[in-house]
């Protein structure tokens, strides 16, 4: 079991690129989400989906897109990346628990950089 | 307006002392609540959650939590400290029936000195 991964770990953007980062999950999980990190600012929730087919926005989802055809994948596009998009970016899957929701697993997490 | 709240930034501790990290909570209902920490440059791991029963809860590494519903806290508390435990901790909250909508505090930096 792999768990979340994500790639790339790093990557450097200019102003206006596009770029899709990727996220993968080999734990049957449907939930999926993604957070960037922001010093003093904890996570936030950028969108996420309770399946494939399924997506929703959560609390920042403004230049991001996501969609989810798989119950594995879930890529989140920077349609035209901003200096305010550096962040660290992970990726979580869960899986609904009899009690709601289960715990979140964390990927290792993708460090952007926007000049 | 719904938050969670970690009112200690930084917190320094020495080795074998004990350590409590706050954490509160404003929403109408009772969240499924969690304690997370975060190693640097590495993801999150979980600690413990509560979801209901036993207000305490045990979790790995020797860290405990108490959920308090009359003052909206969910602190985490180990009676030692190690001198790995130096991480950045996180509260966080999930909504009952929203999916999986999780809610995060801003963390508290935990350094540990000999």
């Known amino acids: 079991n792999a768990g979340v991964t994500q790639t790339p770990k790093f990557q450097v953007l200019k102003t206006g690129q596009s770029m899709t980062l990727q996220c993968a999950q080999d734990?049957?999980?449907?939930?999926m989400s993604w957070y960037r990190q922001d010093p003093g600012m904890g996570l936030r929730l950028i969108h996420y989906?309770?399946?494939?087919?399924?997506?929703d926005q959560g609390e920042v989802p403004n230049g991001y897109n996501v969609s989810r055809s798989t119950t594995e994948d879930f890529p989140l596009r920077l349609l035209s990346a901003a200096p305010s998009q550096t962040s660290v970016y992970f990726c979580?899957?869960?899986?609904?628990?009899?009690?709601?929701?289960?715990?979140?697993?964390f990927g290792p997490g993708t460090r952007l950089t926007v000049l | 307006a719904q938050s969670v709240t970690q009112p200690d930034i930084h917190i320094t501790v020495s080795e074998g002392a004990s350590l409590e990290l706050r954490c509160n909570y404003s929403?109408?209902?009772?969240?499924?609540l969690f304690w997370y920490v975060q190693s640097p440059g590495q993801g999150l791991q979980l600690l413990l959650k509560?979801?209901?029963?036993?207000?305490l809860v045990q979790g790995i590494k020797g860290f405990e939590a108490e959920f308090k519903r009359s003052q909206s806290s969910f602190n985490l508390r180990k009676p030692s400290v190690h001198w790995s435990d130096a991480a950045e901790y996180f509260c966080?909250?999930?909504?009952?029936?929203?999916?999986?909508?999780?809610?995060f505090g801003t963390g508290t930096s935990l350094t540990v000195i000999p």
């Open positions: 989906s309770v399946g494939a087919g399924i997506t």
């Open positions: 509560y979801f209901s029963g036993d207000t």
């Open positions: 966080a909250v999930s909504l009952p029936n929203t999916g999986n909508q999780f809610y």
């Open positions: 929403y109408g209902a009772t969240p499924y």
């Open positions: 734990m049957n999980h449907e939930y």
């Open positions: 979580a899957s869960t899986r609904p628990g009899t009690s709601g929701t289960d715990t979140q697993y």
